[in-house]
């Protein structure tokens, strides 16, 4: 039952987003810049902590009325990383995040709570371990969003936050061959859906929570910050940390 609700559910965000898409005209887009501290934690790595940096570009179309807020986005970040001098590299590309909230009054503010879709692809290289083998984790996934703003002065803050609770996960084998040499492009595309299985907090979460400041609310300038976390917790264990510095436009 609960694998059929996912694509269901799914499907009725996707429905909604091209529905409004056809009949809303105004969408306002912005454009955001990140520069973003991490930590990634890889038990098929030796357990190595990998601790770094990253910069991401990505994009946000977005209607908003007292009724409801409907947005969409995409993210694309390139990370580099050490653990004792051994250098790795990541990539994060999310392909699209759609969501779907609705508005209710809470002391004279406007809260937002409603279901997202998004689809996420983290690749990590480290060359120098395991004859190149690459990592991955890519997923598909469904859960609630939260967005809360309030006036201070003249301008305005906004508290967003959201978890996943259901979705399809890949992970590369827990058992490699020691003597194979698989570190490629063609080889990442081939793997990134590779044993896709379904599952829920007992097998992978993704959550964030972000704080954005814009001091003219009638501009798409702001300032934020925010925190992620992703976990799987199934052999091979993955776990990252993410604290990132927003730049809105």
């Given amino acids: 039952m ?72 995409y993210d694309l970040v390139v990370k580099f990383m050490f653990s004792r001098g051994i250098p790795g590299i990541g990539f994060y590309l999310k392909p699209i995040e759609v969501s779907q909230m609705f508005g209710v009054s809470l002391k004279g503010k406007r809260l937002y709570f409603g279901p997202f879709f998004k689809a996420e692809y983290n690749y990590f290289l480290y060359p120098d371990l395991q004859a190149g083998f690459d990592y991955w ?44 040499y698989d570190l490629g492009f063609k080889h990442a595309l081939k793997h990134l859906h590779q044993d896709i299985r379904f599952g ?16 003219n609310p009638e501009k798409e300038f702001g300032l934020g910050y925010a925190l992620n976390f992703t976990g799987y917790y199934r052999a091979p264990v993955f776990a990252q940390f993410c604290h990132s510095l927003k730049l809105a436009f």
């Avoid at 990998?50 to 977005?62: C, L, N, P, T, V």
């Avoid at 996934?141 to 309030?150: E, K, Q, R, T, V």
């Avoid at 201070?152 to 978890?163: P, R, Y």
């Avoid at 829920?200 to 001091?215: D, G, H, K, V």
């Fill in 137 to 180: 984790l890519s997923h598909f996934s469904i859960g609630p969003n939260l967005s809360y703003s309030f006036g201070c002065k003249n301008s305005l803050i906004t508290l967003n936050a959201g978890t996943t609770i259901l979705g399809l996960t890949s992970r590369q084998p827990f058992i490699r061959n020691p003597y194979y």
């Fill in 2 to 73: 609960i694998k059929p609700m996912f694509f269901v559910v799914s499907l009725m965000l996707l429905f909604s987003f091209g529905e409004a898409v056809a009949q809303e005209k105004k969408f306002n887009r912005s454009s955001f810049l990140r520069v973003e501290a991490q930590e990634v934690k890889e038990d098929a790595n030796f357990g190595l902590v990998f601790r770094g940096a990253g910069i991401s570009y990505g994009m946000r179309w977005e209607n908003k009325t007292d009724k409801k807020l409907l947005f969409i986005e």
């Fill in 200 to 215: 829920s907090f007992n097998r992978f979460n993704s959550t964030r929570i972000e704080l954005l400041w814009q001091p």
